[in-house]
């Protein structure tokens, strides 16, 4: 499967712990973006990068979350100090600058904040 | 601020009857739109762009800046077009920041 691929599928994990996801783009896609989304609910956008420059924010990722795409490829994401409201599905998705701007989703990493 | 709205959470229809999945947005400058469909048990995947101003499994969807809506629409809906949709939209600003609408589920009963 050449498609966008997120690790873990699923994470349980008490509160107070910190967790990271990791997703690995389509292979030379330049964009990454991640986002979050609660069970009635769409994506929410958090964050996306444009090869290894973080672009645009949301407020939505307050200062526990962090994402890093250090050389332009894998991208990770990590919560610190995870509480209950974390818990969701949270979804990386990859793009081609000049390709129609269609972005590519991965099946997502379901977190649990027991 | 840029705002996606599905006003139905859920629409069942019968086999060959006509859809229309509502979508309308919120946005001062020229938008992108896009719908969106997951299908049980596979990841969210593009069905359509207004740009491309295709038909894409039957669908298509006109985006009305007049009434800012992008309706989805199908003459005759078959069992397999259950899914949830989402709506989608991008700020032609030099943004690449996709804002969804909270998805309409599709049951198309036989």
């Known amino acids: 499967d050449t498609g966008v691929s997120q690790d873990p599928r699923h994470k349980i994990t008490k509160r107070g712990q910190n967790v990271t996801f990791r997703c690995d783009p389509i292979?030379?896609?330049?964009?990454l973006y991640w986002y979050r989304q609660t069970l009635g609910q769409g994506p929410e956008f958090l964050t996306y990068?444009?090869?290894?420059?973080?672009?645009?924010k949301s407020r939505l990722l307050s200062d526990r979350f962090s994402a890093e795409r250090p050389k332009g490829s894998f991208s990770t994401l990590e919560i610190q100090r995870t509480e209950q409201g974390d818990s969701a599905m949270y979804l990386c998705a990859s793009s081609l600058e000049g390709s129609g701007n269609t972005i590519y989703f991965g099946e997502g990493s379901w977190l649990t904040v027991v | 601020a840029q705002r996606v709205t599905q006003p139905e959470k859920l629409l069942s229809v019968f086999k060959g009857a006509p859809v229309e999945l509502k979508c309308n947005y919120s946005y001062s400058g020229s938008p992108e739109l896009f719908w969106y469909v997951q299908y049980s048990r596979q990841r969210l995947q593009l069905l359509l762009r207004h740009i491309s101003r295709e038909s894409i499994k039957g669908f298509t969807a006109d985006l009305n800046k007049g009434e800012t809506s992008f309706h989805l629409k199908k003459p005759f809906a078959q069992e397999e077009d259950s899914a949830m949709y989402y709506c989608?939209?991008?700020?032609?600003?030099?943004?690449?920041?996709?804002?969804f609408g909270t998805g309409t589920r599709l049951k198309v009963l036989a």
């Open positions: 292979s030379e896609h330049n964009r």
């Open positions: 990068f444009q090869n290894e420059a973080q672009l645009e």
């Open positions: 989608a939209l991008r700020a032609l600003s030099g943004t690449y920041k996709y804002i």
